[in-house]
């Protein structure tokens, strides 16, 4: 009896703490949140301004997080702020009431030093550091007692144009990234690094959907001097207005809870296109310029090349839900651009892989048949295992003229980028990578920097109505031959150094955007390439348009470029002495510099209590959350369940006499 009774109690007190757990926050109208001494203290308060402007290919972006305090002691609260991969940040204000205090850059260490040493002398302070290139943290300490305190960030963005369509994206939270498994290498267990580690903090539920915290107002001015064929978002309501220059882009229901990224598209009309377009910008006694030139519309040659097509779909965890529809949607769509004299393959994983068949088959229609209903069958679950996928794709026998094609369709929820992209690096050989992202947050880093290390695109999929649309434009990429081994001829002397050096592989009606550093612009440039027999045109050069954040762009390409050789094999030391004086003169963030930001004068006295927080992001719409615990809240209610039925079978239990 007394056994049963301890069971009994057990379950009453694993279904007190579910109650409770579930019933805290609508109770008290307060989120709570557990602080790093483990008490529950009033969670802080995030919320977001964004003020847009785009000129061109050129976005200038100005973020304001506003950390609000409504408990009763000093705080200290800190957050991972998603951005844009191609995001050059060269800006950080501390906003505290009506004084601003500019930040400075400073090495990482330095920055982190200075931060520390302020909050615990009680000055207010703030930190902003890079963990991914789309991913930073932000501290900010000695937030008092009802208190806001905004962190202003600024950065420039080069967007990328196809085919005369522009997208902008505005990351508003993330998914939770997936801790790989280490590979072996050459037979060796590898260690996990730093690199590998989940950088992202707390992910939890949407809290409110008018409530006071992650909030986000966005304002977008499109300077496009006339009137575009389309503006449009797949992510939220909008309305335009075109006065004549200019369009003001504003979301119908400002402000939207940061559970999905905001995407704005536009598309030029036709007569539009224009073969090269130059944005100069002066800095000191430096001239920087900006390039767009675009080849030839039409390719010279049409010739369909045999092709072999490897499908590879996440079906991890992380896609469940709408996710695991629209990528299963995505992929029968591309088995149907097949053509009979094409070989195929698909392949699915997520903790481990499978593939349909043993090699590549033919794309007959039988086999299509029996793909199509193989990929509808597919249900998500599980972790994301990428580098074992990725190894056994890359490593088939390549058949003998056909060209090797890698459809990667996921969400790139892993933290593992690093590994995934050396392997990448290391075995492609002569296939290609096209990516396409899953989403409503997609790791967009990953995956475009996989299709450029690839030679191939991104794709990203933002809604499923526009499934169809995206996969059509990938696959006129797929079917189309490429300009490859470009290079770019100056005449005489123009001294230039130009970002990226290795020159992209382009295709059809994809401008080449190119960042020069000069000492005085050329009247022509000549391009040269194979396609696949040799190929040139030459470009007149047109009067330049002023543009800001040149100098930012160049810049943030020479860094991206010193980042990459990480991938190819050279040390943390070597990278950091490429970086380093590169970001400090041109005052930008970067994994080695850090912008910090110091109130001079003290608030909080070294005997009162400082309540450090790390304040959340929240779980995207479309994305089902694994709980943060080893049970959450539903594995509690079944094991309470559980016991209390095992409780019951204990009570009622009666031994049986001989």
Known sequence: MKTAIAWLLLCASLLSNAVQASTDSPETGMFLLRSDDGSWQPALLLNTDMQVQISGPVAEVQIRQSFSNPGGAFAEGRYVLPTSESAAIHAMTLEIGERRINGQIQEREQARKTYQQARDNGQRSGLVEQQRPNLFSTSVANIGAGETISVILSYTELLQPDAGRY??????????????????????????????????????????????????DIQITLDSGFALHEVSSPSHAISSHFDGRRYRVQLLENPVVMDRDFVLNWQLPSEAGNQVAVFTEQVGEDHYALMMLSPAAEPVSRQRQPREVFLILDTSGSMQGERIRQARSSLIHALGRLQPEDRFNVLEFNSEYSMLYREPVPASEDNLSEARSWVAGLPAGGGTEMLPVLRAALTQPNEAGYLRQLIFITDGSVSNEREVLQMIQQRLRQARIFTVGIGASPNSFLLRKAAEVGRGQFTSIDDRSGIEQSMERLFEKLESPVLTHLQ?????????????????????????????????????????????????????????????????????????????????????????????????????????????????????????????????NLNPVDHRLYPQ??????????????????????????PRHA
């Open 167 to 216: 997208s902008l994206r505005l990351p508003l939270t993330m998914t939770p990234r997936y801790n790989a498994r280490p590979q072996p290498v050459d037979g060796q267990q590898r260690k996990p690094n730093a690199s590998s580690t989940s950088p992202e903090g707390p992910i939890v539920a949407s809290l409110w959907r008018d409530g006071p915290s992650h909030q986000a």
């Open 488 to 616: 770019l001829e100056l005449p005489e002397g123009i001294d230039a150094e130009i970002w990226p050096q290795k020159l992209p592989d382009l295709y059809p009606d994809q401008p080449l955007l190119i960042a020069v550093k000069l000492n005085q612009l050329p009247e022509k440039v000549a391009l040269h390439g194979r396609q696949p027999a040799l190929w040139e045109q030459h470009l007149q050069i047109p009067e330049p348009q002023q543009g800001n954040g040149i100098a930012r762009i160049w810049a943030r390409r020479k860094i991206e470029a010193a980042m990459d050789r990480l991938n190819e094999g050279a040390g943390e030391d070597e990278v950091r002495d490429l970086v380093l004086p590169v970001a400090l003169e041109h005052q930008l963030m970067s994994r080695f510099t850090s912008f910090v930001a110091v109130e001079e004068q003290p608030v909080r006295a070294a005997d009162e209590p400082l309540d450090s927080q790390r304040v959340p």
């Open 629 to 654: 615990t080893s049970l959450g809240l539903n594995g509690l209610w079944a094991l309470a369940l559980a016991l209390l039925l095992a409780g019951l079978l204990v009570l009622n239990w009666k």
